[in-house]
């Protein structure tokens, strides 16, 4: 059974860092491209970032350019998020989402974990 | 504002027929698969349709996807009161270099 379990969320002061973790299993994660993608309070999904299976191209929106990274861990089959210089606006439920192959569509999901940036 | 343009609600009858329009451009749906998601409330949004008329398991044929040009369509056909939720639409966007979603449609089952 596929599943993406994130975690890492929580609250962080403007300006502040966090870093998001989705750890998985039941598929082969070396071999798919992966994504966060998230979604404000009462707001519309909102794609953040990909990296494919070989971590040789990696795209943001532009909304996190320059302030979130992120990678992948092989061995512990996990996928990062590094979040830095963190706004209000980038309060959300993040989540992790496997990418099918050969497409742009985004098969599997993981349950979501909050972050909330406030002082 | 989203580069995809989906009517902000729609609504019909219990066993009714609904459609879901997705508008966008050739850098998008233009040259590219949609994919559909439901999320229905407090969860985690689900793949309902991929390559703009395709089905995952699981996905009953109640549910449909068209793709003609710059836009594309979900339909629903018998509907029920579990269909209530909300709708987004997706694909990649080649001018953007990103993955780009519609800003949903919420289906309300009268």
């Known amino acids: 059974e596929v599943q993406l379990v994130e975690s890492g969320g929580g609250l962080v002061k403007p300006g502040g860092s966090l870093r998001l973790s989705c750890a998985v299993s039941?598929?082969?994660?070396?071999?798919?491209?992966m994504n966060w993608v998230r979604q404000a309070p009462g707001k519309g999904l909102e794609w953040v970032s990909s990296i494919d299976s070989s971590s040789n191209y990696i795209y943001y929106a532009d909304s996190v350019k320059g302030r979130f990274t992120i990678s992948r861990d092989y061995a512990k089959d996990s996928l990062f998020l590094q979040m830095n210089s963190l706004r209000a606006d980038d309060t959300a439920v993040y989540y992790c989402?496997?990418?099918?192959?050969?497409?742009?569509?985004?098969?599997?999901w993981g349950q979501g974990t909050l972050v909330t940036v406030s002082s | 504002q989203s580069v995809l343009t989906q009517p902000p609600s729609v609504s019909a009858a219990p066993g009714q027929s609904v459609t879901i329009s997705c508008s966008g451009s050739?850098?998008?749906?233009?040259?590219?698969?949609v994919s559909w998601y439901q999320q229905l409330p407090g969860t985690a949004p689900k793949l309902l349709i991929y390559?703009?008329?395709k089905r995952p398991s699981g996905i009953p044929d109640r549910f449909s996807g068209s793709k003609s040009g710059t836009s594309a369509t979900l339909g629903i056909t018998g509907l029920q009161t579990g269909d209530e939720a909300d709708y987004y639409c997706?694909?990649?966007?080649?001018?953007?270099?990103?993955?780009?979603f519609g800003g949903g449609t919420r289906l309300t089952v009268l």
């Open positions: 039941g598929f082969t994660f070396s071999s798919y491209t």
């Open positions: 997706g694909t990649w966007d080649s001018s953007l270099s990103a993955v780009i």
């Open positions: 390559d703009s008329n």
């Open positions: 989402a496997r990418m099918a192959p050969g497409g742009w569509d985004l098969d599997y």
């Open positions: 050739s850098s998008n749906i233009g040259n590219n698969y």
